[in-house]
């Protein structure tokens, strides 16, 4: 079970947009900067969003982030076939001194 | 170019050691805190632990408290994760990570390739 709730999967069809969700508590997002990570199947994790809401050089405008409160989100949109990967959210967690990922989320572009 | 190159990953036995290396390059290693972050097969990822830059300060996930030790050399710009005690459930494919300078706000850039860890029989 993870400290980050992520749904399992999401789906769209190109062109369209997408919203991935990352749900924690005041521990973890409430309190700490968000990142998110795009994942190809065999390959290493890259860093998507930073701070929450930042794009590292090189990663499109399409992926923006955001946060309320305790949760967090990822907007994908103008989907394109090769979006298709898992997403992970991660943050830091105080009461747990220690980093902490959602369980990923799977997209398909239909 | 940041690089990671992660070694030390192989076959071990239940109850057995393993050390694994990262070697850095293209950054100045001591500015930024490190961490091991694992994916055991067909699961997700699974932060294991950090270091600060300085290497003072190092925090583990709970699973692996009392069995792990992560560790830097920064003259040799170099990261280690010492795990003893191996259970099935630490078979992962571990990373190497730059994380941000500050050892709170998680940074994870860039990844290492990942050094494959089975533990068993």
């Known amino acids: 079970q993870s400290v980050l709730a992520q749904p399992p999967s999401v789906s769209a069809a190109p062109g369209q947009n997408v919203t991935i969700s990352c749900s924690g508590s005041?521990?973890?997002?409430?309190?700490?900067?968000v990142s998110w990570y795009q994942q190809f199947p065999g390959t290493a994790p890259k860093l998507l969003i930073y701070?929450?809401?930042k794009r590292p050089s090189g990663i499109p405008d399409r992926f923006s982030g955001s946060k309320s409160g305790t949760s967090a989100t990822l907007d994908i949109t103008g989907l394109q076939s090769g979006d298709e990967a898992d997403y992970y959210c991660?943050?830091?967690?105080?009461?747990?001194?220690?980093?902490?990922f959602g369980g990923g989320t799977k997209l398909t572009v239909l | 170019e940041v690089q990671l190159l992660e070694s030390g990953g192989g076959l071990v036995q239940p109850g057995g050691s393993l050390r694994l290396s990262c070697a850095a390059s293209?950054?100045?290693?001591?500015?930024?805190?490190m961490s091991w972050v694992r994916q055991a097969p067909g699961k997700g990822l699974d932060w294991v632990a950090a270091?600060?830059?300085?290497?003072?300060?190092?925090y583990y996930t709970a699973s692996v408290k009392g069995r792990f030790t992560i560790s830097r050399d920064n003259s040799k710009n170099t990261l280690y994760l010492q795990m003893h005690s191996l259970r099935a459930e630490d078979t992962a494919v571990y990373y190497c990570?730059?994380?941000?300078?500050?050892?709170?706000?998680?940074?994870?850039?860039?990844w290492g390739q990942g050094t494959l860890v089975s533990v068993a029989s």
């Open positions: 991660g943050t830091w967690d105080h009461s747990l001194s220690g980093a902490v």
């Open positions: 005041g521990s973890n997002i409430g309190g700490n900067y």
């Open positions: 701070d929450t809401n």
């Open positions: 293209g950054f100045r290693f001591s500015s930024y805190a």
């Open positions: 270091i600060s830059g300085a290497g003072g300060g190092t």
């Open positions: 990570v730059k994380d941000s300078p500050a050892i709170a706000v998680v940074r994870f850039d860039p």
